[in-house]
């Protein structure tokens, strides 16, 4: 089937995400998505204020569904939680300039792309189209990656001067094609992400985009693709998103089949038996799992544990403005990072937290509720567990230049719930 862009807002994501990687090649990825962005909620924008004004392939599909406008409100929210946790800790006009600049390429995008999608007639399956080219890609250029650590080729390539623009660190603009574990000096590969546990979650996306595609080829190559990603990433976060965000959204009909909740009840039954049991399998498993990367579960708990204990003892609703140097005992990693819900009680508070989990509950609520009723919502409720599981490993606020895709779908889906075709 021939799956092409017909309109400017379709052309402009179609050559974005088929460019991937020549804008990874040249180290200029972290400044596209935020560009983006902002260029597609301007055409948002400016089709909701010309309406019938503007050229027919750019008018709004409709008006602004309720959810899109909760993550819009709680963005401006965190914007206004950044302001007072600099103000209440003094850092200065030039920092809180810098943070704002921050915000603009980071949170604010997460109320940008799902406007774009919700407004702008962009169809999902040119997104999808796209994600399946870049697999293919992808595909391409992995042999060259994977052997590279065998030839004695270079981890690093270069750093890109675009570095110049600001950013949360060098990696953000370097181009890869390894990297070698420090734990036990193997290599780790990250493809297009800064680092190897964000291209596993990149290829969990890749694959819930290659479910939907309808051409057993592309498919297939989206697949391949994802599933290289996640597992030359080698990491744990990946593989439990592979198969929980794939298969739960297709078990959600489950929940209107009353059969199900009869062998539901069974079950629930069965476990007084071998509830004991099963709980201690659990916890085998999970010592087991957080053993295969020891450092790293120790360096993140401790992270956290800061990182709660300094938010509840000195900064509880505006948090401290901006992260900060971490001791020795977590590698000198900058507390407030590594987990996005204890990140952001350190640097933006309770406020902050609110700010973010009101508009994602409700997101993947309306997804869930979809999920349950038929296929259109398998796509965005998977979305929605990767970003769920992303925030308990990650900081997404910084990752989201990557993200934007399953963002414009979540807004193409709050769109499809708000205004049915046959309404």
Known sequence: MTVAPQNPAERIVWKTIIWTWPFYAIGALYIVGPVLAWVLAGLAGLALYLGPAIRPDLRATGPVPPVVWAWIFGMLVMLVALWAGHLNWGLGLKQTIKSSIGWAKGWALLALFPLAGAILPIRREIIVRAQSKLAVVTLCVAPVLLVAPYLGLPERIFTSPLKAVGGPGPEYFSVFLFTYDPSSWTPRWQFFAPWSPFAALLGVVAVLFALEERTWRWRMAGIAAGVLMILASKSRMGLVGLVACSLGPRMMPLVLRTWAWVALAGLATSLAIVGPWLGQSISNAISTFKGARADSTRVRETLQRIAHERWQNEAVWFGHGTVQPGPHIVEYMPIGTHHTWFGLLFVKGLVGLLALAVPMVWQTAIAMRDAALGPRG????????????????ENIEIE?????????????????????PDL
């Open 378 to 393: 398998r796509l965005p409720m998977g979305l929605c567990m990767v970003f769920v599981l992303l925030s308990f490993g």
């Open 400 to 420: 989201v230049y990557l993200l934007w895709p399953a963002l414009v779908i979540l807004g193409i889906h709050a769109r499809e719930v708000a205004c049915p």
